[in-house]
């Protein structure tokens, strides 16, 4: 008797069991579970066994020496990928087999996740935190689509991803197979490269090219993998090329032209102003530098907060509706904007009426809302760097020391104040985030959320050298803790902290236990107002009754033990530091619940 196993999902048909013979099904006999053809069963070798979960034997695959996905995985790990994740299934089971290979050998990291948006938002920052692509593994079909929202944000933050799916096989792609999606349609719009990976392909070159494309394009590459292509055998000779030779280096000089124009419009003025975006975040040294030599302020958008200390005595905070008035003083009074990686999105909070120079590495960032003064195009820390030696010597007449800290007092005087204000309804944001200032580490990386958490966060929490990961232009709920994940994997001896409300959380909370799983060391901050405040205050401000924004939560800490972690539910001030520091010396992940006023943030 013979045992018959479909390409598509692996499902067996053992003749024995069945009671009948191969040849006696008919030709339009299906898969049971799949649909597949009959044409789509291979037969096994009878006499090779593994043993599955329950120690129980069933046929193996015959045996090969190297297949497609092994030098695909290979070349991928040459060119610097170092952690995936994402979910095993029955259309990526030889692309993972070639993954948990490499994982065995100590060459890569596999983080198997709960839900594949998961997946896609840890892979999105990682790259934020790191500037280099991870890699996101799902099936087809739904597991592929649910990586879509993740990628999302990757692609408007610009962070270079490499989404891995598998696809149902070439074969029976067309009349609507099981789980059968366009998958290369339905990732045009996300990715900057897409490609299918197909039996006559260039193995090695096609992974070189995505990890090209991802990484210059700062974006979204994808690769799909059929099923019947990925255990193809290939040639042991082939080989798994690196990045060598095929990146150039990215330390762009602007045009002398622009730097002469940029160079007199800020000799020119008496006030100028830094402002450092997202995109300036691996340049900040020599931006730092700089500006103590010549005493201009520095201030940040939103997504770039954190670049640069708040007690800085040139920092001016984030600006914008999560940010200080120290910012907003200091935008109202500057006569020259220097605006580096950030944007003029109505979000930014930057003035459109104040002159302004614009750097930018993206060359249709440059006045893409309005004209600007002068568009630089070149790498933020080579132009700052050539602007310097332009003005040698230079230094506005107006030192902004003394203004500054006068601004700070003032701002940390009504933070206190802030602080102080109780309605018996929870604790109130400004507390929180004043106590987590003074005790989460210097060096963290911190993650958060969206809504009114993530706004009293930018407003209240002061930096010194942490690191901030947030969801930027795609804004989505969820971001969170997922991204802590990310964070952990890309700098596992940093202390990593998750800010979230209970609605974002409420989203991927089963990530939970894949931190537990693999002993991530999260630190979580949950905000729980039970309702989507956020949503709530617009409503108010439309003139609209609220509407439909309560939530229903379980008891997060809790959860948090069921899931074995650590969990701590704090309700008053009084409870609120112990609480904090019992998580944050807890090791292994923890979750501390903080009831919060919904009216006070």
């Given at each position: 008797?013979?045992?018959?196993?479909?390409?598509?999902?692996?499902?067996?048909?053992?003749?024995?069991?069945?009671?009948?013979?191969?040849?006696?099904?008919?030709?339009?006999?299906?898969?049971?579970?799949?649909?597949?053809?009959?044409?789509?069963?291979?037969?096994l070798e009878e006499n090779k066994t593994i043993a599955d979960s329950s120690g129980k034997g069933i046929p193996e695959k015959p045996g090969r020496t190297l297949t497609v996905s092994d030098i695909m995985v290979e070349t991928m790990i040459n060119w610097g990928v170092k952690v995936v994740f994402g979910m095993v299934g029955h259309s990526n089971l030889g692309l993972a087999e070639?993954?948990?290979?490499?994982?065995?050998?100590?060459?890569?990291?596999?983080?198997?996740?709960?839900?594949?948006?998961?997946?896609?938002?840890?892979?999105?920052?990682?790259?934020?935190?790191?500037?280099?692509?991870?890699?996101?593994?799902?099936?087809?079909?739904?597991?592929?689509?649910?990586?879509?929202?993740?990628?999302?944000?990757?692609?408007?933050?610009?962070?270079?991803?490499?989404?891995?799916?598998?696809q149902?096989?070439?074969?029976?792609?067309?009349?609507?197979?099981?789980?059968?999606?366009?998958?290369?349609?339905?990732?045009?719009?996300?990715?900057?490269?897409?490609?299918?990976?197909?039996?006559?392909?260039?193995?090695?070159?096609?992974?070189?090219?995505?990890?090209?494309?991802?990484?210059?394009?700062?974006?979204?590459?994808?690769?799909?993998?059929?099923?019947?292509?990925?255990?193809?055998?290939?040639?042991?000779?082939?080989?798994?090329?690196?990045?060598?030779?095929?990146l150039a280096c990215r330390d762009i000089a602007p045009a002398p032209e622009s730097l002469i124009?940029?160079?007199?419009?800020?000799?020119?003025?008496?006030?100028?102003l830094i402002i450092a975006g997202h995109g300036a975040r691996f340049s900040m040294e020599s931006i730092i530098s700089w500006a103590e030599e010549a005493n201009i302020p520095v201030i940040t958008t939103f997504k770039a907060k954190g670049l640069i200390a708040d007690d800085h005595p040139l920092a001016g905070g984030v600006l914008g509706l999560s940010g200080t008035p120290v910012s907003a003083w200091c935008m109202g009074r500057a006569d020259l904007l220097l605006v580096l990686g950030a944007s003029f999105a109505r979000h930014t909070g930057i003035s459109k009426s104040t002159p302004a120079i614009q750097v930018d590495y993206d060359p249709m960032t440059l006045g893409k809302f309005h004209p600007v003064s002068v568009p630089v195009w070149g790498e933020i820390g080579t132009t700052v760097k050539m602007l310097k030696q332009e003005l040698a010597g230079y230094k506005p007449e107006f030192n902004p020391r003394r203004e500054l800290a006068d601004q700070w007092q003032a701002w940390r005087q009504e933070k206190r104040k802030r602080a102080g204000e109780n309605q018996g309804k929870g604790i109130n944001s400004a507390f929180l985030f004043d106590v987590l200032s003074r005790h989460v580490s210097a060096d963290a990386v911190i993650a958060v959320d969206v809504g009114n958490n993530t706004y009293s966060f930018g407003r209240y929490f002061e930096c010194k050298s942490q690191s901030v990961l947030m969801s930027g232009y795609l804004g989505s709920i969820g971001y969170g803790y997922p991204a802590?994940?990310?964070?952990?994997?890309?700098?596992?001896?940093?202390?990593?902290?998750?800010v979230t409300g209970d609605g974002g959380f409420g989203q991927y909370l089963a990530e939970l236990t894949t931190a537990v799983k693999y002993g991530m060391p999260i630190k979580h901050i949950l905000l729980n107002n039970m309702e989507l405040g956020k949503i709530s205050k617009e409503q108010l401000q439309e003139g609209k009754p609220v509407w439909s924004t309560s939530l229903h939560n379980p008891d997060f800490a809790r959860f948090a033990d069921n899931c074995g972690a650590l969990g701590i539910r704090v309700d008053n001030l009084s409870d609120l530091e112990k609480g904090l520091e019992k998580i944050l010396s807890h090791d292994g992940p923890a979750l501390l619940e903080v009831i919060t006023d919904p009216a006070l943030i």
């Open positions: 008797m013979a045992i018959y196993i479909c390409t598509v999902c692996d499902t067996l048909y053992d003749e024995e069991k069945e009671g009948v013979k191969w040849e006696d099904l008919p030709d339009d006999w299906l898969c049971p579970v799949c649909d597949s053809p009959k044409f789509m069963f291979n037969l070639a993954i948990r290979k490499k994982c065995e050998s100590g060459k890569l990291k596999f983080i198997g996740i709960r839900h594949e948006g998961a997946a896609s938002f840890a892979a999105s920052a990682y790259a934020k935190l790191t500037d280099t692509p991870a890699a996101c593994l799902a099936i087809a079909g739904p597991g592929a689509t649910n990586l879509l929202t993740g990628l999302w944000d990757a692609k408007m933050d610009r962070a270079p991803v490499l989404a891995l799916t598998g149902i096989d070439v074969q029976v792609l067309g009349p609507g197979a099981f789980q059968e999606i366009d998958l290369a349609g339905a990732f045009s719009p996300v990715s900057c490269w897409s490609q299918t990976v197909l039996e006559s392909s260039n193995f090695p070159e096609l992974m070189s090219l995505a990890l090209k494309n991802a990484i210059v394009q700062r974006g979204v590459s994808h690769l799909i993998f059929p099923d019947s292509v990925q255990e193809l055998p290939v040639s042991s000779t082939l080989s798994t090329p690196d990045s060598s030779g095929r124009q940029a160079a007199e419009l800020l000799r020119q003025a008496k006030r100028p802590a994940m990310g964070a952990w994997a890309a700098a596992p001896e940093r202390q990593i902290i998750a």
